[in-house]
């Protein structure tokens, strides 16, 4: 038995995938799903690393808010983005979390009483981008 994957973004719906297990960053910590998994609805994390496995093969990608469903055998991930590890250009990544990170020591600096926690939350999308891109690299 396996499941069907669907990751949906504003931008783009990915290929329906025919999977073994899934493991998604919900809001409280990881979701691991094998088929015949009770039915669910979860809120993602910020950001996080989805990890799908079809016939021994592991496959890695960055998501970033949105809600995952499970019915039946079919997991629909819908996501603000998505990004599969193998696409991330690693050198752009680590450009975008230096520039997140000084973003966020600015308007500390500057606004110290205003909610920052759209930059804390952009800030923690890039690091995790990058984590997945060295992840994948490392194998």
Partial sequence: MSLTLDIVTPERAFPSQTVDEVVLPALDGEIGVLPGHAALMSQLGVAG????????????????????????????????????????????????LREAELALRKAEAERPDEDLSRLRAELEAALVRVKTAERYMSR
């Fill in 49 to 96: 690393l989805l990890t799908y496995r079809q016939g021994g093969k592991e496959t890695l990608a960055f998501v970033a808010q949105g809600f995952v469903e499970v019915l039946g055998n079919r997991v629909t991930v819908l996501t603000e983005r998505a990004e599969l590890a193998e696409d991330i250009d690693i050198e752009e990544a680590r450009t975008r």
